[in-house]
């Protein structure tokens, strides 16, 4: 068969892009199959398996996993959870939303400067930071000591749930300040000049203008704050005093105390039910805005 | 534009709220009293306790190994994993696949973890905490790497295959270079995300040994030690300078790639 030059460069550059694929996305994705899908499957399968009377597992398949989740008990504590990390979020937001705005108005040079400055301290570690949210508001603390000068208190700040929602805000604000930028920044100015010489007030072209355009940086940095909050554990049991149960306690009890594994991971896959609710109603909320 | 003055109220008060625990910490970690609440004077005698703590110190060893050892892991694979998925396929779920350790609670991912470790029988301890650190990094990584990506001229790479190198030498001669950069950001990224990182540590790690972040809760489990002050300085002067060497990185970076 004669060679056709045209068709040969062709063929080898497709086998070689398909080598060339392999060599890339094979390490990479074995990597997550077996050290994130496998994992996850397991926590999923294990939903169905019953609990070995002093712990361990015995793998026969049940259903009473899922009748304990709507336990007046559990449902308690995702009751506590939602309204703990739901006001963690609208705390964050009613802060954020104006911090981000002035940010995107601000001259280049102090815009990075001030993203930067926000940023920050999400770097250090997240253990100290709750130490030192500790000594501010224990007892003794600065916080109680600034309230004296005003004849006030001394209050019990810490280990209650106001706490850990100081603890939830101080560790995910930034996670909100970021993409309510992004959405604020991205803005066209001439739409809100346009809104003020029709003649609305501020208030008006913020609400009528503004934030519906960016509706969608709101809803991402909700769910980046609302998210991790949900699913704490370390912020109830440092700053919350272990006295109020997230969901994120009772999963870590049920596998580190109580070694009820498939009850554990009952609870963790509920966790993840529940978020990806939360994702999909954001991505059509999204669609919509 | 106009900058509303009412807004300087929310951006102060952000700032005033993110910084003053940290003022705080600082302060107290030059305090020559045990008490943890009121300032009785400068001292350096914290940093002498903590250098004498060979918990800490084990501690902060382990955490160094193991957040060298996954990043090195994250940035290999992660950085891999870009160019494949950004050159090589359109897949859309593979994409999701990739960022799914980002998204996912990281108490799902650290129970998965321990389930398979106890299911495969691999003994817990500093190396399954850098395989782990490593799943989440690698996700990092690749969402730092493939912004780099879609800023690279791709006709370069083409360029050089159609002068007959192959996917390995395009990648290490033309693709490499350009994503420098990137990659350090993401190794920054990875090696600061390691520091830092509790809870995937804290049921991953077994009994036996401990990173930094599960000495200094146990530590605070017992109460409030002056000593802490002085190691979260310390932590805060580490992590700040990487943060601030990446950013410097990065626009150095952008701005020999705009020559």
Redesign the interface.
Known sequence: MKAQPAARPVST?RG??R???F???A???T??LV??????A??LS?TFFQRGRFGGVIYEFTTENFARLVDPLYLGVVGTSLKIAALATLIAL???Y??A???A??PRKWKTA?L??????F???????M??????L?G???VNSGFELFGLGPYELLYNQGAIVVGL??SY?PLM?LPLYAAIEKLD?QLREASANLGAS?FTTFRRVTLPLTLPGVLTGSMFVF??SF?N??IPE?LGGGKTLMV?NL??NE??KARD?PF??TL?MA??AV?LLLLLAQAWAARRA | MRRPRLLYIPFWATLVFLYAPIVVLVAMSFNSGESAYTFEGFSLKWYGVLAGNERVLDGLVNTLIVAAGSTVLATVLGTLLAVGLARHTRSRTLDAVALMPAVLPDLVLAIGLLMFYGLVQFTLGVTSVILSHAVFSMAFVAAVVRTRLTGADPSLEEASRDLGAGPVTTFVRVTLPQLAPGIVAGALLAFTLSLDEFVIAFFTIGNLEQTLPIVIYSMIRFGVEPQINALGTLLLLVSFTAVIIGQRMTRIGEARAQD
Do not use: D, E, K
């Open positions: 550059s070689r892009h080598l060339g694929a060599v890339f996305l390490p990479g994705l990597y997550l050290l994130v899908l496998v994992p996850l397991l926590v294990f009613v802060l954020g104006p911090t705005y002035l940010i108005q601000l001030a930067i400055a926000i940023v920050l301290p770097w250090t570690n997240f253990i100290i930071r130490y030192a949210w500790i000594i501010l224990n003794p603390g600065l805000l101080y604000l300040v100015p501020g998210v991790p699913a554990f370390v440092m994120g999963i870590r596998f580190l594994w554990g991971s963790a966790l993840v978020l």
